[in-house]
């Protein structure tokens, strides 16, 4: 894989589609998770989103790789990097998982035309709902964690506003 693309480093490039993705994703699955009645018409739509995201970290992380290899060791990023792969499978996995269900339980049994639908959530249903949301709410917790820790290996405790001045009064 090249890892730069038109003279840039590919790793900052494919840091922004999982920076994107994933949230949405996240944000997706919680609405799914929270509108049962969503999951007929978004489902299939947070469960792409989701694979999406969850394809383009090994891309970010092997990338990121490769830029080490040039810039140096960027420390705890890399190690907080390497985890998101594991926040972001079982968020694809539920969110297969809320849409599954949801085509299950409007599925037509005995012959009949009429989709069963029940009142209430089956407690699989309601145990995979709330799963969901407490993965979701980790998956923003961790990409947060690891954008936090890139910037701070690029910028360290300097604001990126001020990064460029050195003090040296030519403001």
Do not use: C
Not at 11 to 32: D, F, N, S, T
């Amino acid at each position: 894989m090249p890892d730069t693309v038109n003279g840039l480093p590919l790793h900052p490039l494919v840091v922004h589609a999982v920076v994107v993705l994933l949230p949405l994703a996240a944000l997706g699955v919680v609405a799914l998770a929270v509108r049962p009645s969503w999951r007929g018409r978004f489902g299939v739509l947070v469960v792409v989103i989701s694979a999406l995201a969850t394809a383009a970290i090994p891309v970010a992380t092997s990338s990121g790789e490769s830029l080490e290899q040039r810039v140096g060791d960027p420390g705890r990023h890399a190690e907080l990097g390497d985890q998101l792969l594991w926040f972001a499978l079982p968020l694809l996995v539920l969110a297969a998982a809320l849409v599954w269900l949801h085509r299950r339980a409007a599925r037509p049994v005995d012959g009949t035309t009429e989709p069963v639908r029940s009142a209430r959530p089956g407690a699989l249903g309601l145990v995979v709902a709330v799963l969901a949301v407490v993965v979701a709410a980790a998956n923003l917790v961790q990409v947060y964690r690891v954008g936090e820790s890139g910037a701070k290996a690029v910028w360290g405790d300097t604001p990126a506003a001020t990064a460029g001045s050195h003090g040296d009064g030519d403001d």
